[in-house]
């Protein structure tokens, strides 16, 4: 949502209807409706991912509008040219807020150094933890010598029992006090380590992206034709027109908002009614994986670990895996993406858009398909996350049908076709 002018409450709402515009097409009307009315020098401006879904050209054009803008803007981003003309950069994290002056080279570069610091203090505090305790326990093993030692003695000179009594006290208590003060020692210097890893765990991450490995099977994965795909009144893809991918290709589906690029991805997976197919094989070989760009099958109050094993159900038995172990493989790749048993448990629509990315991402790692068919995969994504998703996307060795706007994010994963849409 946009707002601004806060002193009239001007709320700028959403003014089509989602089935009937793409995400980018509506995120465009958003804009044009913000850009008509040119928030004041007064006004407060509030943007939560404002450049999610729009194309390259638009998305220019609203960067320069904004940068003309000289009203007070709080964003939401993780758009890297946007966050780079930022005058300061609030981090959001396990309840704190940290301000950066500057853009976000240079925030990046202080909480580098930050982590960096935080880290040696740590290293620092673990190596005196230790040598507390090693020189309590040095302390303790001494004192036992002695005891042993004055007890053979004094067997052995005949000392009275009452001087051996008070010997053995003052030996007690002096034993008593290095050792309550090497305690005190190592109960602060633990409280410390303890703060400082807790401080050091807000420049690490707790969660990441999983790799998804590959099933091996014979070209063609994809051999689409023989079908004429509509986009509201417009043919976006003739019965002549074939699409074939081999094992291993990638394929950049390009096209402007609204060019169908989102309605051609859902026939090819057979999902959308209304250009269903009849009495043709099913174009795509063995196992495949989609990523939609709405994520609007984890919108829903079912726990997120029951939808997984749903949507998993029918891909796995085939490939000869029981439903407790697509589990087990489930629970513990999500746990690796930072989402734990009970929170697993937890309703469908809670998550948050990266959250709901990489449990599906999960969910394709589990799969192991040959080809995975993504329609925006970096929105909603933090900027690590993205840089790990490239980085997984880089290793999987089977074959990727992709869409988006982000020409960085395209090059990274290397294609070797690419196909435009009007």
Excluded at 102 to 111: A, L, S, V
Excluded at 221 to 228: I, Q
Excluded at 382 to 389: F, G, N, S, Y
């Amino acid at each position: 949502s946009v707002h601004g002018d806060v002193s009239v409450g001007f709320y700028l709402p959403q003014i089509i209807a989602p089935e009937e515009r793409s995400g980018g097409q509506r995120q465009r009307s958003r804009w044009e409706v913000l850009m008509e009315a040119r928030p004041g020098m007064d006004s407060l401006l509030l943007l939560d991912e404002p450049f999610r879904h729009l194309d390259q050209e638009f998305r220019l054009r609203a960067l320069t509008f904004l940068e003309g803008l000289r009203c007070h803007m709080l964003i939401v981003s993780h758009d890297l040219d946007l966050l780079e003309r930022a005058d300061s950069i609030l981090h959001l994290q396990a309840g704190e807020v940290q301000i950066y002056g500057g853009g976000y080279d240079t925030y990046r570069r202080i909480r580098e150094a930050e982590g960096r610091a935080r880290g040696a203090e740590a290293h620092r505090l673990q190596k005196e933890v230790g040598r507390l305790r090693s020189e309590e326990r040095r302390i303790a093993s001494r004192q036992i010598h002695r005891t042993r030692k004055a007890e053979r003695d004094n067997l052995t000179q005949n000392i009275p029992k009452s001087l051996i009594h008070r010997q053995k006290g003052r030996a007690e208590k002096t034993a008593a006090r290095l050792s309550n003060l090497q305690k005190r020692k190592q109960t602060e210097n633990d409280q410390r380590l303890k703060d400082s890893k807790e401080q050091l765990s807000l420049y690490a991450r707790d969660s990441g992206v999983v790799e998804i490995p590959a099933s091996r099977e014979r070209s063609p994965v994809l051999h689409w034709f023989h079908r004429k795909v509509m986009a509201g009144n417009r043919t976006i893809w003739k019965p002549e027109d074939l699409l074939s991918m081999d094992v291993g290709e990638r394929v950049w589906l390009q096209g402007p908002n609204g060019s169908g690029k989102t309605t051609l991805l859902k026939c090819i997976v057979d999902t959308c009614e209304e250009n269903r197919p009849c009495g043709h094989e099913d174009p795509i070989r063995g196992t495949y994986f989609y990523l939609d760009q709405d994520l609007l099958s984890l919108e829903n109050q079912e726990p997120l670990i029951a939808h997984l094993l749903e949507k998993a159900q029918p891909l796995a038995q085939p490939r000869g895996r029981s439903l407790p172990e697509m589990e087990t493989r489930l629970r513990t790749l999500l746990g690796y993406s930072g989402i734990s048993g009970d929170q697993a448990l937890r309703p469908c629509y809670s998550f948050s858009g990266g959250e709901k990315i990489r449990a599906l991402l999960c969910l394709a790692a589990a799969l192991e398909p040959s080809l995975l068919i993504l329609d925006e995969p970096e929105q909603n994504l933090d900027i690590l996350a993205r840089e790990e998703l490239v980085q997984s996307l880089a290793q999987f060795e089977g074959s990727i049908l992709f869409s988006t706007h982000d020409a960085g994010f395209a090059r990274e994963l290397k294609p070797g076709r690419i196909l435009k849409l009007p």
